[in-house]
C-alpha cells in the first residue's frame, strides 16, 4: 500500500515511534527531496537504507502510475520535506491515482502545522479552512481574499516570509484593518514566535523583514446583524417550498440568530 508518513515539521522529537518503526522496515522511500529524507533518517538513528526515490511537483504526475503498481507488492512509504505529505506537498496525485487503481492508502499521523498554529493562535478552532498559499501576485491575492470576504470559519495560510508584510498588508487593505490575525514563525523549532494583533499592526511589524516558515491564521468575518425583515421572507419562501412554518421559523432562527417563536409570529402575521 501507500502509507503517507507525517514527519516532524521542525523538531525531530516530535517523529512517532511508529515512524521510526515504518522507516527501519521500509524498502522503498517516496521523498519530496531525497536529501532531507536521507538526513532525517540519519536524524531518527535509523539504520535501514530504503531504495528512495523523488517525488515532487514537477514530476509527481509522471510517477504516480508506477508507484502505485510498486506499491501492489510491496508498501511505499511517502515522505514530504515536513508535515503531512498531500497539505500543500506532493502526494495528492499519487494518492488520486492509487484510489483510482483499488491500491491501499494509510497514513502515520503526527505533526501538522496548519493544526499547531491553529491550536496556538487563540483564534476560534471548531471551523476552519485552510487556504495553503496566497496568490504570489498583489492583484490575484486581492481577488483570492475578496472571495473570502465573508467567510466566518478561521482562516489558515501558509506564506512565504519574503511575501509576508506584502500579504499581512493586502488582508489589512481587502478584510480590515482590525481583522485580527496571528503569525507562527517557526513553530516547534529553537526560535519559535508567535504574533497576534490586527492586519494592519502585524503588517507594520513584518515590514521590517522575517525569516524562518510562516504560517498565518485569520480571524473569520464577524456575524453581520440580520435583518427581520429579510428573515421572515426566507421563512415565507421556505413555506412556499413546502417546509411546515414551525420548522422554517426553527431552521431561519439558527441561521440568523433571530428568536424561533418571533420569526414563527411575524410569519404567521403575514399569511393571515
Given at each position: 500500500?501507500i502509507?503517507?508518513?507525517?514527519?516532524?515539521i521542525?523538531?525531530?522529537?516530535?517523529?512517532?515511534?511508529?515512524?521510526v518503526?515504518?522507516l527501519?522496515?521500509?524498502?522503498?522511500?517516496?521523498?519530496e527531496d531525497?536529501r532531507?529524507?536521507?538526513?532525517?533518517l540519519?536524524?531518527?538513528g535509523?539504520?535501514?537504507?530504503p531504495?528512495?526515490i523523488?517525488?515532487?511537483?514537477?514530476?509527481e504526475?509522471?510517477?504516480a502510475a508506477d508507484?502505485v503498481?510498486?506499491?501492489?507488492?510491496?508498501?511505499v512509504v511517502l515522505?514530504?520535506?515536513a508535515?503531512?505529505?498531500?497539505?500543500?506537498?506532493p502526494?495528492?496525485?499519487l494518492?488520486?491515482?492509487a484510489?483510482?487503481?483499488?491500491?491501499g492508502?494509510?497514513a502515520?499521523p503526527?505533526?501538522?502545522?496548519?493544526?499547531?498554529?491553529?491550536?496556538?493562535s487563540?483564534?476560534?478552532?471548531?471551523?476552519?479552512?485552510?487556504?495553503?498559499?496566497?496568490p504570489?501576485?498583489?492583484?490575484e491575492?486581492?481577488?483570492?481574499?475578496?472571495?473570502?470576504?465573508?467567510?466566518?470559519?478561521?482562516?489558515?495560510?501558509?506564506?512565504?516570509?519574503?511575501?509576508?508584510?506584502a500579504s499581512?498588508a493586502d488582508?489589512?487593505?481587502?478584510?480590515?484593518?482590525?481583522r485580527?490575525v496571528v503569525?507562527?514563525?517557526?513553530?516547534?523549532?529553537?526560535?519559535e514566535?508567535?504574533r497576534?494583533g490586527?492586519?494592519?499592526e502585524?503588517?507594520a511589524?513584518?515590514?521590517e523583514?522575517?525569516?524562518?516558515e510562516?504560517?498565518?491564521?485569520?480571524a473569520?468575518a464577524p456575524?453581520r446583524?440580520?435583518d427581520?425583515e429579510?428573515?421572515?421572507?426566507?421563512?415565507?419562501?421556505?413555506?412556499?417550498?413546502?417546509?411546515?412554518?414551525?420548522?422554517?421559523?426553527?431552521?431561519?432562527?439558527?441561521?440568523?440568530?433571530l428568536?424561533?417563536?418571533?420569526?414563527?409570529q411575524a410569519?404567521?402575521?403575514?399569511r393571515?
Amino acid at each position: 500500500m501507500i502509507i503517507l508518513a507525517a514527519t516532524p515539521i521542525g523538531n525531530l522529537g516530535d517523529a512517532s515511534r511508529r515512524l521510526v518503526e515504518v522507516l527501519e522496515e521500509a524498502t522503498v522511500v517516496a521523498a519530496e527531496d531525497t536529501r532531507v529524507a536521507q538526513r532525517l533518517l540519519a536524524g531518527l538513528g535509523v539504520s535501514n537504507r530504503p531504495r528512495l526515490i523523488a517525488v515532487h511537483d514537477h514530476n509527481e504526475r509522471d510517477r504516480a502510475a508506477d508507484l502505485v503498481e510498486l506499491a501492489r507488492d510491496q508498501d511505499v512509504v511517502l515522505l514530504s520535506d515536513a508535515g503531512m505529505p498531500t497539505v500543500s506537498d506532493p502526494g495528492f496525485h499519487l494518492v488520486e491515482a492509487a484510489a483510482a487503481a483499488g491500491v491501499g492508502v494509510t497514513a502515520l499521523p503526527g505533526p501538522s502545522a496548519v493544526l499547531t498554529a491553529l491550536a496556538v493562535s487563540g483564534l476560534p478552532t471548531d471551523r476552519f479552512t485552510f487556504e495553503g498559499f496566497l496568490p504570489r501576485k498583489q492583484g490575484e491575492r486581492h481577488t483570492a481574499l475578496r472571495a473570502l470576504a465573508a467567510e466566518a470559519r478561521t482562516m489558515v495560510f501558509f506564506e512565504s516570509p519574503n511575501r509576508l508584510a506584502a500579504s499581512l498588508a493586502d488582508i489589512a487593505t481587502v478584510l480590515g484593518d482590525d481583522r485580527r490575525v496571528v503569525v507562527c514563525r517557526e513553530l516547534t523549532k529553537l526560535y519559535e514566535e508567535v504574533r497576534r494583533g490586527t492586519a494592519a499592526e502585524l503588517a507594520a511589524w513584518a515590514a521590517e523583514g522575517v525569516r524562518g516558515e510562516i504560517v498565518v491564521v485569520v480571524a473569520g468575518a464577524p456575524a453581520r446583524a440580520a435583518d427581520p425583515e429579510a428573515a421572515v421572507e426566507q421563512v415565507l419562501a421556505l413555506v412556499a417550498a413546502g417546509t411546515r412554518l414551525k420548522d422554517a421559523a426553527a431552521e431561519v432562527a439558527e441561521a440568523t440568530g433571530l428568536g424561533k417563536r418571533d420569526l414563527y409570529q411575524a410569519a404567521l402575521a403575514r399569511r393571515s
